[in-house]
């Protein structure tokens, strides 16, 4: 995308006033076309079948977008379905199914225009009705794990044939950011066959055995230009990082997610290979349990953050593809970080003094680790094992298996390793993993304060006091909060020279999770 098609920057003031001619005008413009560096001087070519090897995986997967908890199923569903609004290449919100949309003053009242000319893959046509089905999937009694960012939605309602009304609790300008999230994909109304899903995506379905493999064929009546390239794509579960790295290498797949960090420089020196390095919002946790003990007493879980070398960690375990982390989640990217929010040190000395704040000299916990959180997160565990021991404090290693990883020891061990992609505004990161209502609320943290404190930031237009909201709210996650954040993560992914049109996405890994969608192989 050149910048002559960007018609609006991700201010507050673009998104409300620029959106219903802005957005309109960009989708006309070829805003979709395949996001290579250099695609404007290569045309897509069809054809061949893509073989992506992509860890995150598990036998309890679903399709279902209620459910969507890993890369696998949400680049699955993401090849099925589209959602109503994606991120662009810059950070931006830019039309999907919803192709314009404009608020009232206020942003609690928004009209979203609902994209014509689009099919499901049974030749049902794209109506409001299936996109309001959609969108209550996740409002009300439900298990989706969008609630809390859905909670804000009071009601959605058709005007007409071509436009959807919502109504929110209370204004909010980044309406079109939260309908971003991947857990808004769109089905037809009534849907509910979640092991045969129906999308209007760029490949229909053939075959899906969950955490193994599947094979989706290509739309042939895809509504995006330049897109859908592939005649099929087959998705192979590849959750150890050494087998990833090795089908990668043998050319048994075109692509794989989730590099192992002590391995890219190796891969960067393959002639035959490319590494593809995003920047974002991804950063890895290990998760304390603020409902168990000893996790209840925030003197515990000061004295656990005092107690992790972040350097040596970011040093040793990301090999440097990264940033530290000050135990919240905001990245330094986003316009919002709280960047006068001093850096916590590693000081085993101050690890010792709150451990004797809550009446102990030392302390033992059981730290569960896996490389499903992260690709290096066993090694993560080991250096936070040798660095909490100067500060008296003993962590035994449970090394868990990858398969069921999130079903069973995610949000149900006491401490437990973890991670999260991101997301392209505070309030959303903070409204699904914090929040006290949060399904996905992973530290089982509740606080009033914060709450309260979350909702009268997103309804406000001035932005300094927004800052100093966010600010607030990020020195509380910091300092009481279940979370220890050492560090952010960049995303990287390798694929095959023969891989056409591949680049940098500041969401997720394969683009955004969109990489099948725009890819092409050379002939």
């Known amino acids: 995308m050149t910048d002559s098609t960007r018609l609006f920057t991700p201010t507050r003031r673009g998104l409300l006033a620029g959106a219903a001619a802005g957005f309109g005008a960009l989708a006309l413009g070829g805003a979709f076309l395949p996001g290579a560096a250099g695609a404007a001087e ?143 994909l769109v089905v037809p109304d009534g849907f509910t066959d979640w092991n045969h899903p129906v999308g209007t995506g760029p490949f229909k379905f053939e075959s899906y055995d969950p955490g193994v493999r599947s094979r989706f064929v290509r739309n042939e009546n895809y509504w995006k230009p330049g897109c859908a390239n592939v005649d099929a794509v087959e998705v192979i579960v590849i959750n150890d990082i050494a087998a990833r790295t090795n089908a990668m290498m043998s050319g048994q797949v075109h692509a794989i997610n989730r590099l192992d960090f002590k391995t890219v420089d190796l891969l960067k020196r393959n002639p035959k290979l490319q590494v593809i390095r995003s920047a974002g919002g991804q950063h890895f946790t290990f998760l304390m349990d603020c409902t168990q003990k000893p996790f209840t007493d925030n003197n515990i879980r000061l004295a656990l953050k005092y107690a992790i070398d972040r350097e040596q960690m970011l040093k040793t375990a990301l090999r440097g593809y990264g940033r530290i982390g000050n135990d919240q989640p905001i990245p330094s990217s986003d316009r919002f970080f709280a960047k006068e929010l001093p850096q916590r040190p590693y000081d085993p000395d101050k690890a010792k003094f709150y451990l004797k704040q809550a009446g102990l000299s030392d302390l033992k916990v059981t730290l569960s680790a896996s490389d499903a959180a992260f690709a290096g997160a066993v090694d993560a565990a080991a250096i936070y094992r040798s660095s909490a021991a100067p500060a008296g404090i003993d962590i035994t290693i449970k090394r868990e298996p990858a398969d069921g990883y999130w079903d069973n020891v995610w949000m149900k061990a006491p401490f437990a390793m973890s991670y999260w992609g991101g997301r392209p505004t505070a309030d959303q990161m903070f409204s699904i993993a914090y929040l006290s209502s949060s399904v996905q609320n992973d530290t089982h943290w509740r606080n009033e304060r914060f709450d309260a404190l979350l909702l009268e930031a997103r309804a406000l237009l001035d932005d300094a006091r927004r800052r100093e909201i966010y600010f607030d709210l990020q020195k509380m996650v910091s300092d009481e909060g279940g979370a220890v954040i050492p560090m952010f993560g960049d995303y990287l992914d390798a694929a095959s020279l023969k891989v056409k049109g591949i680049r940098p996405h500041p969401m997720f890994n394969f683009m955004g999770a969109r990489l099948a969608e725009r890819v092409w192989l050379e002939a």
Not at 116 to 139: A, C, M, Q
């Open 42 to 184: 290569e045309t897509p070519r069809r054809g061949g079948v893509l073989k992506l090897g992509i860890g995150g995986g598990s036998t309890t997967d679903t399709l279902d977008p209620r459910k969507l908890t890993d890369w696998v199923p949400v680049n699955q569903a993401y090849m099925l379905m589209n959602g109503l609004i994606e991120i662009n290449w810059h950070n931006e919100a830019e039309p999907e199914l919803f192709e314009s949309w404009e608020a009232k003053p206020g942003a609690v009242e928004w009209v979203f225009r609902v994209r014509k000319g689009v099919s499901f893959h049974n030749g049902k046509p794209l109506t409001v009705e299936d996109v309001i089905y959609s969108i209550n999937l996740h409002r009300g009694d439900t298990t989706s794990a969008a609630r809390a960012i859905a909670e804000q939605i009071k009601d959605v309602k058709k005007l007409s044939d071509s436009e959807v009304g919502i109504t929110l609790s209370s204004g909010n300008a980044d309406l079109p950011f939260v309908l971003s999230d991947y857990h808004f």
